[in-house]
C-alpha cells in the first residue's frame, strides 16, 4: 500500500509539472507561439554503482551509457546495484510566447525534487523549468529575422522558421518568453 501510495505521488508530481508547461502558452493564447514536448519512458539498466562518489552507471536499451551524480538527499543508494533494473519517464518542454503581461528581460531557474524516503524502493522525480524573457528590439517580416535583448542586454539576431505563425503580430517591444522543462522520474523495479 506504501509502495502504490508513493507511486501515485510521483505521478501526481510529474502531472502537476506538466500540467504548469502548458498554463502559461493557454494564458498567450491571443498572441503568437509554439510548444515542442518530448515524452520518453524506458527501463534502463545499472552497470556500475560508486557509493563514494554517489553516482550510478546506466545504459539505456539502445546502448546507450551514461552516469549520473544522485543527489545527497536520496537516502536509498544503498539499495543500487549493478544489475539493478529502472523505468525512467524523462520529459522535455520548449514553450515559446510572447508575454501576455509585458515585462523587463529577466532569467529565472526553478527545481523542485520528491525523492523515496528512507527503506523505500529507490526512486524520485526532479523537474528544472528555465525561463528566459528577451525583448524584440528589431524585427524584419520579410527575412524572418528578430533582434532580442536578453537580461544582460547583449543583443541576438535570430531567424525564426517558417513553422511558427502570425509573425507579423510580433512588434518592437514585445517580451518573448521562452520556458524550457525537464522533469525525470526514476523508480527502481524489484526484482
Known amino acids: 500500500m506504501r509502495t502504490l501510495r508513493r507511486g501515485i505521488i510521483y505521478s501526481a508530481i510529474t502531472a502537476a509539472y506538466i500540467s504548469l508547461i502548458a498554463v502559461a502558452p493557454v494564458a498567450a493564447q491571443d498572441k503568437p507561439g509554439a510548444v515542442v514536448t518530448e515524452a ?28 549520473m551524480k544522485v543527489p545527497d538527499e536520496a537516502q536509498n543508494l544503498d539499495q543500487v546495484h549493478a544489475g539493478a533494473k529502472f523505468r525512467v519517464r524523462y ?45 524584440v528590439d528589431e524585427i524584419d517580416y520579410d527575412t524572418r529575422t528578430v533582434v532580442l535583448a536578453g537580461p544582460e542586454g ?19 517591444g514585445d517580451i518573448v518568453v521562452v520556458r524550457y522543462t525537464e522533469a525525470v522520474g526514476m523508480r527502481m523495479i524489484p526484482q
Open 91 to 135: 520529459l522535455q518542454s520548449i514553450a515559446i510566447y510572447i508575454s501576455p503581461t509585458g515585462g523587463e528581460p529577466s532569467a529565472d531557474q526553478a527545481s523542485a525534487m520528491q525523492l523515496a524516503e528512507k527503506g523505500a524502493t529507490p526512486g524520485g522525480v526532479i523537474v528544472t523549468v528555465k525561463q528566459v524573457q528577451a525583448r
Open 40 to 67: 520518453v519512458e524506458e527501463i534502463v539498466t545499472v552497470r556500475a554503482v560508486n557509493q563514494e562518489a554517489r553516482t550510478v552507471t546506466l545504459e539505456a536499451p539502445n546502448g546507450n551509457v551514461v552516469t
Open 154 to 172: 547583449d543583443p541576438v539576431k535570430v531567424v525564426v522558421d517558417d513553422s511558427v505563425k502570425r509573425l507579423n503580430e510580433v512588434k518592437k
